[in-house]
């Protein structure tokens, strides 16, 4: 990543202390993933958004992925729309005039403590000599 971007993220975890820099990477990241699997470019909904994250998180880091953005500490819907925000406020993402925080204030849990990763261990042959 470039070092405006870093610098930015730096700043934003001095002025906000609940995330680490990894949460900001991850929503900013969510963001181009989620709009990267659209048809066409454009704008995001808060809903979107989320559900975007939720599945990279999932393919990101499997049956791990809520224990891994609970220690980025997000927890929440709100959680994400707080690092949003905080990053439109440095002018990493933009928002539209139709856009508010509110949006992330849903029940919708980022990752499920559950989310659903099966494991499947084939057949196990021992031997003893």
């Given at each position: ?21 990894d949460a900001y990477h991850f929503v900013a ?52 729309g707080k690092i949003v925000y905080l990053l ?24 499920p403590a559950v989310c659903g990763t099966e ?11």
């Amino acid at each position: 990543m470039d070092t405006e971007f870093e610098n930015k993220i730096a700043l934003l975890t001095e002025r906000e202390t609940a995330y680490t820099a990894d949460a900001y990477h991850f929503v900013a990241e969510a963001v181009n993933y989620t709009v990267g699997k659209l048809p066409a470019h454009r704008h995001v909904t808060a809903l979107e958004l989320l559900k975007g994250a939720r599945e990279m998180a999932i393919n990101l880091y499997g049956a791990v992925a809520h224990e891994v953005l609970r220690s980025y500490g997000i927890k929440t819907a709100s959680d994400v729309g707080k690092i949003v925000y905080l990053l439109i406020s440095v002018n990493l993402l933009s928002s539209s005039e139709d856009d508010s925080p509110e949006d992330f204030e849903i029940d919708f849990e980022p990752v499920p403590a559950v989310c659903g990763t099966e494991f499947s261990v084939g057949p196990v042959n021992f031997s003893i000599d």
